[in-house]
């Protein structure tokens, strides 16, 4: 009874409906029509303000900020129809949706483009932080893995690094990871399984294993790896 009557309330405002939103025309004697909601725009959500993401800018970064400025804005601002400026006195990038952004999860990727940007990833690696949706940024510090001092941390660096970069390379392209080594802080930009295979190496590293050790067990888990995907 409650079916037929929902049936015929939908069918005698049909046309007052119509106008507001679509309506899925279920198949089957009986079946009740149910209205389809477009998803909201950035625009609508939260009252119609804009939302607003804040990134700092340490230091050492202002140079190479302004050099690739460019690079940052045109993706940002013209690909995910999101406003970015830079406040000179606050030391930060300021991020803003518009009225024609058309997803509000762009926001917090551009957030995420330009935060990987001041942790030290180039552009392009930064860049399909924009473009994926399964790709973060994990940070450690070496004393979270073991607590070393005085020369005993500058050959965990050194270790880490290799001979000009060789073991941090040999790292990246084995796991389709890319790893900033910035004095004590490391950061791993990847997808998740792949920066636990690269975290994991890293750590082996710090505790003093040798390089060809971690390499064999790095030959091992991207054929196993391979295999899965």
């Known amino acids: 009874m409650q ?4 049936t015929s309330a939908a069918a005698a405002g049909g046309s007052s409906d119509s106008e507001g939103m679509a309506v899925d025309h279920a198949a089957g004697p009986g079946a009740v029509e149910k209205p389809r909601f477009d998803p909201l725009m950035p625009s609508e959500m939260s009252g119609g303000r804009p939302q607003f993401r804040k990134v700092p800018v340490p230091p050492h970064r202002f140079a190479p900020l302004k050099r690739c400025w460019m690079e940052i804005y ?31 999860s762009n ?19 930064a860049v399909a932080l924009l473009r994926l949706d399964d790709l973060y940024v994990d940070s450690f ?3 979270d893995v073991k607590t070393l001092r005085g020369e005993h941390l500058s050959r965990a660096i050194g270790r880490l690094s290799g001979k000009g970069g060789k073991t941090k390379y040999a790292i990246e392209n ?21 920066i636990k295979v690269a975290r994991d190496s890293l750590c082996s590293l710090i505790l003093g294993s040798p390089a060809g050790k971690v390499y064999s067990k790095l030959r091992a888990v991207s054929a196993r790896l391979a295999e899965r995907y």
């Open 141 to 143: 510090e070496i004393k």
């Open 174 to 194: 084995s796991t389709r990871t890319r790893i900033v080594i910035a004095d004590t802080k490391i950061h791993i930009l990847g997808s998740f399984v792949n």
């Open 107 to 125: 926001l917090q990727k551009c957030a995420d483009f330009v935060h990987a940007f001041m942790l030290g990833f180039d552009i392009a690696d």
């Open 3 to 6: 079916v037929e009557r929902a």
């Open 74 to 104: 045109t993706p940002v601002y013209e690909h995910m129809k999101v406003d970015i400026r830079m406040n000179i006195k606050a030391r930060r990038v300021e991020l803003k949706t518009r009225q024609d952004t058309p997803d509000v």
